[in-house]
């Protein structure tokens, strides 16, 4: 798999701007969302895929995610994205597009949340925003809505810009754990 990778996508080596022996970037920061109850923490880890519509001219990826809500809630959501088609080795300064959402359980289909981000590639980390998804699907005491389009709440307007820094999952969870405190 790291041969077909090294042929096909060895830019997926060098995501944030330096060599990594496995093809995958893992990295986590804070965000404070005013309007949807303070402070998230959002750890993301993605590598290239290739999965997805050929019809698009884009790169794509999958991975994992997790959100820590401001009440120490913490959602384990599923990753997809996309950068351009044909990338140089250093992604640094790309573009990239990230969606993701909870994946639906065997009694339901309940994807809540669900967020996108737009952004850019830069030396060890994601400069992202949210185009307002944070505060649209959470309540300003930083609960989850309780249906995705609520007449009650309407959309957030709050858009929230989020730097992800290059870190473990580890580093992640004590911010997480200090946060629940």
Known sequence: MLLVTAVFAPWGFYLGGHFHPIPYWQ?????????????????????????????????????????????????????????????????????????????PSWIGTDRRPSLNFYGNWGDRE????????????????GTLKKEEHDRNHPMGKEIAHLTLKEGSNAEFEAACRWQMR
Request: aromatic share 10%.
């Open 27 to 103: 990295g986590w920061g804070r965000v404070h969302v005013a309007g949807a109850g303070g402070d998230y923490i959002l750890f993301v880890r993605l590598e290239p895929s290739s999965r997805g519509s050929k019809m698009y001219l884009s790169t794509n990826l999958k991975g994992i995610a997790y959100l820590c809500t401001p009440n120490g809630e913490r959602y384990r959501l599923s990753l997809g994205g996309s950068m351009a088609r044909h990338l140089p080795v250093d992604t640094t300064g790309q573009s990239i597009y990230l969606y993701m959402s909870k994946a």
């Open 126 to 141: 994601l400069v992202l925003d949210d185009h307002g998804a944070i505060s649209a699907v959470f309540l300003p005491d």
